[in-house]
């Protein structure tokens, strides 16, 4: 059983930086391309990054271009999200998700994901 545990969340103001973590157990780590994804009160959930099973490839929305990186430490079972100069509408519950392949890609859509957190949530005061 693969199961993903996030932490890092808080409550930070415009203009800060936050890691948030994500550490997976269970099954071998590098078999899994790694995303994010957040919820918003009200809204959908959204794609913000993703990365690829070597690190060969990422992927982040538009939203999050310039501001945040998304990375993983394979030999720690962790996937890091990195975000700089946090705005009150990164305000959600961030997810990481895993998708098992074979392959050296990225995924961008939620239903592409298998596993997922239980999410932490990312508060942003203006």
């Known amino acids: 059983q693969v199961q993903l545990v996030e932490s890092g969340g808080g409550l930070v103001q415009t203009g800060d930086s936050l890691r948030v973590s994500c550490v997976v157990s269970g099954r071998t780590f590098n078999s899994y391309a790694m995303g994010w994804f957040r919820q918003a009160p009200g809204k959908e959930r959204e794609f913000v990054a993703a990365i690829s099973r070597s690190s060969v490839s990422t992927s982040l929305a538009d939203s999050v271009k310039g501001r945040f990186a998304i990375s993983r430490d394979n030999a720690k079972g962790t996937v890091y999200l990195q975000m700089n100069s946090l705005k009150p509408e990164d305000t959600a519950v961030y997810y990481c998700?895993?998708?098992?392949?074979?392959?050296?890609?990225?995924?961008?859509?939620?239903?592409?994901?298998?596993?997922w957190g239980q999410g932490t949530q990312v508060t942003v005061s203006s």
């Open positions: 998700a895993a998708a098992e392949t074979l392959f050296w890609r990225v995924f961008t859509r939620s239903n592409d994901y298998a596993y």
